[in-house]
């Protein structure tokens, strides 16, 4: 059985920085495409990062995250970074990783629905 867990989550001033992982157990990563979304008190799930798998290392950020964070895979470690600087209030929110089996849903129009496995969330706080 795939499980996805989340870790690195925290409290961190405006500016500050964190680094989010998700690692699996039961499945490789290198293949699946990883997508990162979050959710803020009141609100949907936003998607906002996400790496092709299979060796395809297309990325993508949500506007509102482009140029403060990024993405990467340790294959060695089986884990997704989702490298977080410069963060801002608006940015706390509860962050959760997913998997895409097949390798490809990783793109602006990447749904929650595309996503086959999904990990239990880390709180991000970021305070004024």
């Known amino acids: 059985q795939v499980q996805l867990v989340e870790s690195g989550g925290g409290l961190v001033q405006t500016g500050g920085s964190l680094r989010l992982s998700c690692t699996a157990s039961?499945?490789?990563?290198?293949?699946?495409?990883i997508g990162w979304f979050r959710q803020a008190p009141g609100k949907g799930r936003e998607h906002v990062s996400c790496i092709r798998g299979g060796g395809d290392s297309s990325t993508y950020f949500a506007e509102s995250v482009r140029g403060r964070f990024t993405i990467s895979r340790d294959t060695a470690k089986n884990t997704v970074y989702l490298q977080m600087d410069n963060l801002k209030p608006e940015d706390t929110a509860v962050y959760y990783c997913?998997?895409?089996?097949?390798?490809?849903?990783?793109?602006?129009?990447?749904?929650?629905?595309?996503?086959?496995?999904w990990g239990q969330g880390t709180q991000v706080t970021v305070s004024s």
């Open positions: 997913a998997a895409d089996t097949g390798g490809h849903n990783c793109s602006p129009y990447s749904t929650e629905g595309g996503h086959d496995y």
């Open positions: 039961g499945a490789t990563l290198n293949y699946y495409a």
